[in-house]
């Protein structure tokens, strides 16, 4: 069994559609497969504005129709490249969807208010439309496939819009799908993304819950771990992961290998090509992936694994720069801070409380001050939590009023090598300063492999650029 998971950027369109299933069917020939598949691209992003919208009271007649034509413009033109694909049909297939999100979004308009549930059954929609479509293309194929509710097999606990799997649950459900387990198997299983069950780790009955944005790639990692898969592919827009974002830096390098631990450092601070939770599951069962292009499926992409691998001798100390925006820089400082027990504890308490995560801490020697790094959108909400909770010592004056930086990028080098090197940190901070680009904070992880500095927000691209000189190209970093 291997599995495969196609993003948004491999299904955008008829042409892409059928690129990705002449990948499927290739990998059919060889391999049992299950295969993730995202929605078309952009209709998240659509679906999020309807609820907004539908919220403020627009109505939603113009939602529905833009992604029941977005849709049908996809079969009508695949149903024209390829005998067999009955646009209608397909159509037909999914109008309940269609209807379930119109009624769905006249709920939001009448309340001015979307609930989780509704929200995750809204959002959901853009792969229950597109796993259907990719399913009449492998049989207009005449494969042998099977498309499965993911939200039978994939249960959630903690955050319903971004839970935790239970993965004994989900592998106890996709047991009659292992190989061997039965004698006449499908040959492809199909589900779609992003989607689950959750059960508010209660053990009461199950709702439509969700895997966090973007979290078709974990949805994949689950299925393939649950159905002990050899090796899971990401098939995208990109050869593989590169030393930094392709978009950002015209001249990042392919790296060929990479192992687990630095590529979840890279996706838990900001590249984007792979959701941050997907490589645990993977690596707590060595199971290799690969992220590969859909676009030109004959390059060799990049191996996220165990290592050590043969290319890494080729490799520097630092094998990618990532960068994550949006971010806000919270400090609490003050007199009362200082050799005082539990005040961390206190702080880290009260952002929990409120179901913020932290992405990164520093804290200054003399204990003054501690910082720490939470997306921007709940820097208001951290403040409120920090401030109920020093209410006494900051009217005394022991404490100092919170203070927030806004619109922050933590910029980040992560290398496994980097253990065993001198001086990295040092030309990391030399890169920036060579543009300007004043540091806020600095932290690095226990794991050694990574050092992150928080910056102000519209530095981030030129931080990026200048450290990928400093790093991978030194001709250049001379001129600086
Ligand atoms: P998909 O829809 O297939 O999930 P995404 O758009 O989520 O694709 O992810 C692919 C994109 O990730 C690439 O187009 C690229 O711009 C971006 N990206 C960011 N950092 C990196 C990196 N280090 N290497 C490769 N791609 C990266
Ligand atoms: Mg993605």
């Not at 495969?4 to 990705?20: P, Q, V």
Request: proline residues 3%.
């Amino acid at each position: 069994m291997i599995t495969l998971k196609f993003g948004g950027t491999s299904m955008e369109s008829a042409r892409r559609i059928l690129a990705s299933a002449d990948i499927i069917v290739g990998r059919a020939r060889t391999d049992r497969i299950s295969v993730v598949v995202s929605a078309v691209a952009g209709v998240s992003n659509g679906l999020q504005e309807s609820i907004d919208a539908c919220v403020a009271g627009t109505q939603p007649d113009k939602f529905v129709q833009h992604l029941r034509s977005v849709h049908a413009d996809i079969c009508a033109e695949l149903q024209s490249k390829l005998p067999g694909f009955d646009a209608s049909a397909v159509m037909k297939h999914l109008e309940p969807s269609f209807i379930e999100y119109e009624k769905l979004l006249t709920g939001c308009v009448s309340f001015g208010e979307c609930p989780d549930t509704i929200h995750c059954r809204i959002m959901g929609m853009g792969e229950l439309l597109s796993a259907p479509i990719m399913e009449s293309v492998l049989l207009a194929k005449e494969q042998s496939v099977i498309l499965l509710d993911t939200r039978r097999f994939i249960f959630t606990t903690g955050n319903q819009k971004e839970g935790d799997p239970d993965y004994t649950k989900c592998a106890e459900a996709v047991l009659p799908f292992r190989d061997g387990e039965n004698s006449s198997q499908t040959h492809i299983l199909l589900f779609p993304g992003f989607v689950c069950s959750w059960t508010g780790g209660t053990g009461r009955q199950s709702v439509p819950g969700l895997l966090g944005r973007n979290g078709s790639d974990f949805s994949a990692a689950i299925i393939g771990a649950s159905l002990g898969a050899s090796k899971v592919e990401f098939w995208t827009d990109v050869d593989g992961i590169y030393t930094a974002d392709p978009r950002v830096v015209k001249d990042a390098i392919l790296v060929d290998d990479m192992s687990y631990e630095e590529a979840i450092e890279l996706a838990f601070f900001g590249s984007k090509v792979l959701h941050p939770k997907t490589l645990a599951p993977l690596a707590a069962k060595n199971i290799e992936a690969w992220s590969l292009n859909s676009h030109r499926p004959e390059a060799r992409g990049t191996r996220i694994g165990r290592g050590p691998f043969e290319s890494e001798k080729n490799v520097g100390d630092v094998c990618g720069i990532s960068s994550l925006k949006n971010t806000a820089m919270i400090s609490v400082s003050g007199t009362g801070m200082r050799g005082r027990t539990g005040m961390a504890s206190r702080i880290f308490a009260a952002v929990s409380r409120a179901s913020i995560s932290i992405l990164l801490i520093t804290q200054s020697s003399s204990e003054y001050t501690i910082s720490f790094c939470i997306r921007d959108a709940e820097a208001d909400r951290a403040v409120d939590a920090l401030k109920g909770e020093f209410d006494l010592e900051i009217r005394d004056g022991v404490v100092n009023p919170v203070e927030v930086h806004k619109n922050c990028a933590i910029v980040s080098i992560v290398g496994d090598n980097m253990i065993k090197k001198r001086g990295v940190a040092s030309r990391f901070f030399a890169a920036l300063a060579s543009q300007d680009v004043n540091i806020l904070a600095i932290a690095q992880g226990s794991s050694e492999r990574c050092i992150s500095c928080v910056i102000r927000g519209e530095y981030g691209d030129t931080a990026v650029r200048a450290t990928h000189r400093f790093f991978f190209n030194t001709a250049q970093s001379i001129e600086v």
